[in-house]
């Protein structure tokens, strides 16, 4: 069964991790996607081609969610490439680890533009459209960290923890024109990121999760799906820990 047939989503940061296995996903279920990157051209470009064998309509759009007006831009782009927007998934983030003591001003604001602000830009940009159409699913990418904090991501875990208050806050505000707002919050994922960290500190992270590994995009996607289809409408303002149980 197909899932999200006909739906057009937008997924921000998908041309690598996380939001790429949310988009291979959501084009296995039919859906119309809009993805964005901030630099990796050649590999947006790889999986346009690879998700157009699911018959659905597949965009890449080079743009910087942390940018006010770029986010503005792009939901109108999508609405006139596609027609309508109905889901949206603000999944771009980056770290820029350090101790407090050594954590410079510029990486506490990145961190915070990119995982935070541009969580308020498109949903800002998606929000007129899903009004008119007085529906809409959004779904903000946290991390369990955002929960429970973690020394050394004292910028990452702010920002985290705040798209758990936003996503509460759009979830009172919109939800009476049926419009749903969640977050989720992965664990340790392991994408292509992780390859590159130490095995053995790897190893014992595993070691420390119930479910005796690290969580795959397709863990996460699975989530995704859920609350982007038509099986969760009765679920909003919730954040959803997605972590093997590392968090209970
Ligand atoms: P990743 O592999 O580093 O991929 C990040 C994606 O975001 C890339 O597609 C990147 O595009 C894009 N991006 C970065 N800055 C952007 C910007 N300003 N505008 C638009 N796109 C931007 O990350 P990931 O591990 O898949 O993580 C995805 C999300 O899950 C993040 O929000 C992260 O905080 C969260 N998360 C991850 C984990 C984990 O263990 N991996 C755990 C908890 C939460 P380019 O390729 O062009 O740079």
Not at 7 to 31: L, P
Not at 241 to 247: Q, Y
Request: aromatic share 6%; with cysteine.
């Amino acid at each position: 069964m197909k899932l999200l047939e006909g739906k057009n989503v937008i997924i921000t940061g998908a041309s690598r991790g996380i939001g790429k296995g949310i988009a291979e996903v959501f084009a296995e279920h039919g859906a119309n996607i809009a993805f964005t990157y901030r630099s990796s051209d050649e590999k947006a470009k790889v999986l346009e081609q690879a998700l157009s064998v699911n018959k659905c309509k597949i965009k890449g759009y080079k743009s910087d969610a942390s940018d006010f007006q770029a986010a503005d831009q792009l939901a109108k782009d999508v609405m006139k490439d596609f027609g309508s927007i109905d889901v949206l998934v603000n999944n771009a983030g980056i770290t820029k680890d350090a101790l407090l003591i050594r954590m410079s001003e510029q990486d506490f604001d990145n961190v915070m533009a990119v995982n935070m602000k541009s969580v308020f830009n498109m949903t800002k940009a998606v929000s007129s459209f899903m009004l008119k159409a007085k529906s809409g699913s959004i779904i903000n990418m946290s991390s369990v960290v955002g929960v429970k904090g973690n020394a050394g991501q004292a910028n990452y875990a702010a920002s985290k923890a705040a798209i758990n208050g936003f996503t509460k806050s759009i979830a009172l505000e919109l939800g009476s024109r049926n419009i749903r707002c969640n977050s989720i919050a992965p664990g340790f994922i392991e994408t292509e990121m992780t390859e590159s960290l130490d095995k053995k500190n790897v190893e014992h992270w595993r070691e420390q999760i119930p479910l005796k590994r690290g969580g795959n995009p397709k863990d996460i996607a699975n989530t995704t799906l859920f609350l982007a289809s038509d099986l969760s409408t009765y679920v909003t303002g919730q954040v959803i820990n997605v972590c093997g149980g590392m968090l209970t």
